[in-house]
């Protein structure tokens, strides 16, 4: 298989820097994920009708190059840095907001000789050497836009052979899923031919108005590169697609299980299905205690609500855990139940308790805090949101895929599928669990 090479860097700005002074502190949600990756995703495409000559390839960057300028002017986070104020008071402390001052997302045009839209959806395993390539920005922290001034957004556009791959790195200290996929659908708005964008993103922070804890002052090391992170090579990727006809069977079965019609979600009877057969592929110890991360959103939990286009963080992660044993024996209902519960729990006073008591007492998460054993899993994203509606003037896309950022052994990211109503699960793992997982 071929390789990536750069053909051009650039900086693009905002075509209209509409508030100079603009400044958005960053909230508990944000600065919690301060020491992880980026988030990184993005859309392969058949290559434009009559895109191949080198004038023609000029012109479809010229011109994504142009939209995201226009896009920017929504989106004045991702055209700005991360800056701090110290505090040197008797708590020799920092605080972290976003200097929206235009200086620029980072902006990749590249080539993949050689390399085929069927080279990326065909395997059995994602070819991940490849799809990296076809992200900018690659091993930056969200703490190292502070240090080293990194551009918060990066593009890079990388043309294959009959395809082309739109990938965006954005720091998740400034957003999360939705806002990272608010701004991707704005863009192909722009992109084929609107003169605005449907959703204006909005970017105040008043339900924090109030906490005498905001701006949150952080300890200095904080900011600091720290994760001790080592990734491990042998990781495999490897998409499994769920059709609309195989969520309903699974909804339905996990219903039944606990005597109920329409309790478990589609999408957590999925991610049931998913935790007990990685559980069982792993051949853990039946009473060794198994976890799962949920992503569990907030914006509409907080009283009142938050709305539906607030930029910026707004979930967190969570623990569900259970033996090994319980988990593989009481079926797949009853995992998902506990799941259900889990999550119903999440109320407007929890949230709210967790915001002020982490602005009172900050609690940086880093790579030594989460689960090193392989008996955990991390899910992310969601199949809620909008990947297939992002035609940037000549197509949909043909499928998603993520870039190395925050990528372990028992990540699983959630995308929709191509089929109304169908999920695809990408799943990395040890090459021995996936393995298993075709047996």
């Known amino acids: 298989m071929g390789r990536t090479q750069i053909i051009s860097k650039s900086t693009v700005c905002a075509a209209i820097h509409k508030e100079p002074n603009l400044r958005i502190d960053l909230t508990p949600w944000d600065l919690k994920l301060i020491q992880f990756d980026t988030i990184q995703k993005g859309l392969l495409f058949r290559k434009p009708p009559n895109d191949n000559t080198d004038t023609s390839s000029l012109n479809l960057i010229h011109h994504l190059k142009t939209s995201l300028s226009r896009t920017l002017d929504y989106f004045p986070p991702l055209a700005g840095r991360l800056a701090t104020i110290e505090h040197h008071d008797d708590s020799n402390t920092i605080s972290v907001y976003i200097n929206c001052n235009n200086a620029g997302a980072e902006f990749v045009h590249a080539t993949a000789d050689g390399v085929s839209v069927a080279d990326i959806i065909t395997p059995v395993y994602v070819p991940n050497e490849i799809v990296y390539s076809f992200f900018p920005l690659n091993g930056v922290t969200n703490c190292q836009c502070i240090s080293e001034a990194k551009p918060l957004l990066g593009v890079q556009v990388t043309e294959l052979v009959d395809g082309i791959f739109i990938a965006c790195t954005i720091n998740h200290s400034v957003v999360d899923g939705t806002s990272f996929w608010h701004f991707f659908n704005s863009w192909s708005e722009i992109s084929r031919g609107s003169d605005c964008i449907s959703k204006v993103p909005v970017l105040e922070r008043g339900f924090l108005s109030e906490s005498e804890y905001f701006p949150i002052r952080l300890p200095l090391w904080s900011i600091e590169p720290s994760g001790t992170r080592t990734p ?19 909804k339905a079965k996990a219903n039944a299980e606990i005597g109920s019609t329409n ?23 039946p009473d060794e205690e198994v976890l799962f991360m949920l992503g ?28 090994a044993r319980y988990q593989l024996e009481q079926g797949l209902g009853n995992v998902a ?35 090193t054993k392989n008996n955990a899993c991390f899910a992310s994203s969601s199949p809620r949101f909008n990947f297939y509606g992002n035609d940037f003037g000549w197509g949909r896309p043909m499928a998603v895929r993520s870039g190395s950022a925050n990528k372990v052994d028992g990540k699983i990211t959630l995308f929709a599928g191509v089929e109304e109503g169908s999920v695809d699960v990408e799943a990395c793992f040890l090459p021995e669990t996936l393995q298993a997982s075709r047996s």
């Open 263 to 285: 309790k478990i979600s589609s999408l957590q009877a999925i991610l049931s299905q998913i935790w007990r057969s990685f559980t069982r592929n792993r051949s853990l110890d």
């Open 232 to 250: 491990l090579p042998n990781l495999q990727q490897r998409v499994f697609h769920f059709t609309k006809e195989n969520v309903a069977k699974l």
């Open 296 to 323: 569990i959103g907030v914006r509409q939990r907080l009283q009142p609500p938050l709305p539906p286009e607030y930029f910026g963080n707004a979930a967190q992660g969570e623990f569900v855990s259970m033996k």
């Open 337 to 371: 139940l506990k799941m259900n519960k889990f999550i119903a729990a999440y109320t407007d006073e929890t949230i709210k308790n967790f915001l002020e008591s982490w602005g009172k007492n900050p609690e940086i998460l880093t790579w030594d805090s989460l689960p």
